[in-house]
């Protein structure tokens, strides 16, 4: 009795689904009817061959069933569907995939054996199944992708399923072309620190290296894929890691947290050097900028020096051979502006998203991966990754490595054998820049793509744009691409800090880059796109930096309750500049009177002061008081750097002048004569008085 009602119940249901399906309000309905026969999970485990290429050719499918419906269930059924009709293009191939409905899955359904009996299932309980046909028992015949799909069903009923897509690649009359491909792994990362010293403003890079970590699992992919992968690291975060194999502190609400070296920071940085000592490293600006924002908001000059301090960066530490000539901005995406930045900083290659340089017309095929863009600086190469191909790297959802495998071997297969190919075409691959891989899946799908018929990979250099390349519409940079550069708010105080941090080199005896350059660069990443605040913070402790190095040289004596007298009304005023740095330094000192009707300067430098590390130097400065006068008046004193600009605050100076001219000499001259007048008199007097005094003694002495 309780298998003839659950039997008319589950005819009953499908009987209501067409009803339910035509009436008002019927995509709530089919979700609702969705949800309900959800209730088994079946999933596929293996396919094999992955792609058969003949009409004989066994094609076992193996996974399993999960009761998820809470109660014991019998009259079980795994079915395989399919159809043989094959896809006519790529995009209908991704609208069954993505459909979820178990009313539009293929209607056939093998009578051999391509299905299997389940046993009684208990609740939670799981089952195995395996199907096996052929080519010729599916219909197949040409080569192509198929739909296929394998359905749960009870009594007949179909209660859930799972969509893949088949390929059979027989042999064709006229032999497929070896497109091209060309993969693109980035290693990029958000800043960690400030400054260069060893204080991290969080300590989730550690988190990243250890275990399962992000970081950690590009490292396991580097260590098996082949050399034709082209890996972009931001040298940023190799500093950053390179400081942590020496010991560290982690800023916290508390205040600091030392950290010992870090052992998986030195077997990282050890593991990339040694996979990828011979596979293409390409190097980001340092810190990974945001190139759009610093064009449109006046940076131009951050730009190059990233790049440059970038390659610098990426050499040194990680690859000898890594190259800054390609550049993959933010999103994929740049406009006119950017891309004439980047291209008078020697970039002559940018990785865009699809939808940054569409094809001028709409295109049932897939458009080659190169184009050339005009820029100021001459042609540039635009290398546009293939958005379903980059995706499967990265998929949004739980997606088997086994599912997705199947769908990159079709997704190339369609490519290969698109109608009006005459040459090979070039694809790339560039999942999002800051992903978090699956280690599995990505050396899977790297594996596949080495041993496809109808692939040969490649390194990203060498995709240049063919003489069939479909034309691109140009650069296509929406209001919505501005909006998520970093704004002018943000960048302004980034801006001031870069121009107060360049002074610190330019005051130096030995000119050097100033070695704030990459502090103020952190600023600028595009990291801080999601998290504004954050960046603020840091922008905040870098100002500080920068600010107490310039309070470093300084000009001494410049106390307002401490005025420097002029005696006269003209003299030499000394003006000192302490240099509390360890290096010897040169500059120019500015003077300027406040009152030039009372107080007038005539100070000329020729050559700059030069004053060793931790000592002062003086300049001697000629002061003119105007007649009759004396008080208090001020000077404005600038410190400047060898091309005259302004180092630190301008400090003001009180001269006190005592000067006397006219009347007042003369009321000196007479005080003067008559002070000259008495000491003479003065002298005189003494001078009787003695002659007296011994004439006395002599007397005393004749009468004795």
């Given at each position: 009795m309780i298998r003839k009602a659950t039997l008319l119940a589950a005819l009953s249901a499908a009987l209501l689904a067409p009803l339910v399906a035509v009436t008002p309000g019927s995509a709530a309905a089919k979700a609702a009817v969705t949800a309900q026969r959800q209730s088994y999970t079946v999933s596929i485990s293996s396919i094999t061959p992955e792609a058969p290429r003949n009409l004989t050719d066994e094609i076992k499918i193996t996974g399993t069933v999960r009761n998820d419906t809470g109660a014991d269930?019998?009259?079980?059924?795994?079915?395989?569907?399919?159809?043989?009709?094959?896809?006519?293009?790529?995009?209908?191939?991704?609208?069954?995939?993505?459909?979820?409905?178990?009313?539009?899955?293929?209607?056939?359904?093998?009578?051999?054996?391509?299905?299997?009996?389940?046993?009684?299932?208990?609740?939670?309980?799981?089952?195995?199944?395996?199907?096996?046909?052929?080519?010729?028992?599916?219909?197949?015949?040409?080569?192509?992708?198929?739909?296929?799909?394998?359905?749960?069903?009870?009594?007949?009923?179909?209660?859930?399923?799972?969509?893949?897509?088949?390929?059979?690649?027989?042999?064709?009359?006229?032999?497929?072309?070896?497109?091209?491909?060309?993969?693109?792994?980035?290693?990029?990362?958000?800043?960690?620190?400030?400054?260069?010293?060893?204080?991290?403003?969080?300590?989730?890079?550690?988190?990243?290296?250890?275990?399962?970590?992000?970081?950690?699992?590009?490292?396991?992919?580097?260590?098996?894929?082949?050399?034709?992968?082209?890996?972009?690291?931001?040298?940023a975060l190799l500093d950053d890691v390179s400081r942590m194999t020496k010991g560290y502190t982690v800023k916290t609400k508390d205040g600091e947290e030392k950290k010992p070296a870090s052992a998986e920071a030195t077997a990282w940085l050890t593991t990339m050097r040694s996979a990828l000592a011979a596979s293409p490293v390409v190097a980001t600006p340092y810190a990974d900028p945001d190139v759009a924002a610093l064009a449109h908001q006046g940076l131009d000059t951050q730009t190059h020096r990233a790049i440059e301090l970038g390659g610098q960066t990426a050499r040194t530490l990680l690859n000898r051979n890594a190259t800054t000539n390609l550049n993959w901005p933010a999103d994929g995406v740049l406009d006119p502006d950017a891309l004439d930045l980047l291209s008078v900083s020697d970039v002559d290659t940018v990785l865009l998203n699809a939808t940054n340089l569409p094809p001028q017309q709409p295109v049932t095929t897939t458009p080659d991966g190169a184009a050339t863009l005009d820029s100021v600086n001459g042609p540039v190469t635009a290398l546009v990754a293939d958005a379903e191909?980059?995706?499967?790297?990265?998929?949004?959802?739980?997606?088997?490595?086994?599912?997705?495998?199947?769908?990159?071997?079709?997704?190339?297969?369609?490519?290969?054998?698109?109608?009006?190919?005459?040459?090979?075409?070039?694809?790339?691959?560039?999942?999002?820049?800051?992903?978090?891989?699956?280690?599995?899946?990505?050396?899977?799908?790297?594996?596949?793509?080495?041993?496809?018929?109808?692939?040969?990979?490649?390194?990203?250099?060498?995709?240049?744009?063919?003489?069939?390349?479909?034309?691109?519409?140009?650069?296509?940079?929406?209001?919505?691409?501005?909006?998520?550069?970093?704004?002018?708010?943000?960048?302004?105080?980034?801006?001031?800090?870069?121009?107060?941090?360049?002074?610190?080199?330019?005051?130096?005896?030995?000119?050097?880059?100033?070695?704030?350059?990459?502090?103020?660069?952190?600023?600028?990443?595009?990291?801080?796109?999601?998290?504004?605040?954050?960046?603020?913070?840091?922008?905040?402790?870098?100002?500080?930096?920068?600010?107490?190095?310039?309070?470093?040289?300084?000009?001494t004596g410049a106390s307002p309750d401490s005025p420097k007298t002029l005696a006269g009304?003209?003299?030499?005023?000394?003006?000192?500049?302490k240099n509390e740095l360890g290096v010897p330094i040169e500059l120019y000192i500015d003077i300027k009177s406040d009152n030039p009707e009372l107080l007038t300067v005539n100070f000329a430098q020729p050559e700059p002061l030069t004053i060793g590390g931790g000592q002062s130097g003086t300049v001697q400065v000629q002061m003119n008081a105007a007649p009759d006068t004396s008080g208090d008046a001020t000077v404005t004193v600038q410190l400047k750097t060898a091309d005259g600009q302004p180092y630190g605050k301008p400090q003001r100076l009180t001269i006190r002048t005592t000067g006397y001219t006219g009347i007042a000499l003369v009321i000196v001259g007479a005080a003067l004569t008559v002070m000259l007048a008495a000491v003479v008199t003065r002298l005189l007097r003494r001078r009787s008085q003695r002659k007296l005094a011994r004439a006395a003694k002599n007397r005393e002495s004749e009468s004795v």
């Open positions: 269930t019998s009259g079980l059924q795994v079915r395989l569907r399919y159809l043989n009709q094959r896809f006519a293009d790529r995009a209908t191939m991704a609208t069954y995939l993505s459909d979820q409905n178990t009313a539009t899955l293929p209607s056939s359904v093998s009578t051999r054996n391509s299905f299997m009996d389940l046993p009684p299932l208990a609740a939670g309980g799981t089952a195995q199944w395996t199907i096996t046909a052929t080519p010729v028992q599916l219909g197949l015949s040409t080569f192509g992708v198929y739909p296929i799909a394998v359905d749960v069903a009870q009594y007949s009923v179909p209660q859930a399923a799972v969509r893949t897509v088949l390929t059979y690649a027989p042999a064709t009359p006229q032999k497929l072309p070896r497109n091209r491909i060309a993969i693109a792994l980035p290693v990029i990362d958000q800043p960690h620190r400030a400054t260069d010293d060893a204080a991290f403003v969080d300590d989730k890079l550690s988190q990243s290296l250890a275990g399962r970590g992000r970081l950690a699992d590009l490292a396991r992919i580097a260590q098996s894929a082949p050399a034709t992968v082209t890996w972009v690291f931001d040298p191909l980059s995706r499967l790297f990265e998929p949004a959802s739980s997606t088997s490595t086994l599912l997705s495998t199947q769908r990159f071997i079709a997704e190339t297969a369609m490519i290969a054998a698109e109608p009006g190919q005459t040459a090979p075409r070039s694809l790339v691959v560039a999942p999002s820049r800051r992903w978090n891989p699956n280690p599995t899946l990505v050396t899977a799908l790297i594996k596949t793509a080495g041993k496809l018929p109808w692939l040969q990979p490649v390194k990203l250099e060498s995709i240049k744009p063919g003489k069939g390349a479909v034309p691109r519409a140009g650069l296509t940079y929406t209001d919505q691409d501005r909006k998520e550069e970093l704004s002018r708010k943000y960048l302004d105080p980034v801006k001031d800090v870069w121009s107060k941090s360049q002074l610190t080199s330019l005051i130096m005896q030995q000119k050097t880059q100033s070695r704030f350059d990459a502090a103020v660069l952190r600023l600028t990443s595009s990291a801080w796109r999601n998290s504004t605040r954050a960046g603020r913070s840091v922008t905040s402790e870098v100002k500080k930096a920068v600010d107490d190095r310039l309070a470093e040289i300084k000009i009304s003209n003299g030499v005023v000394p003006i000192s500049v």
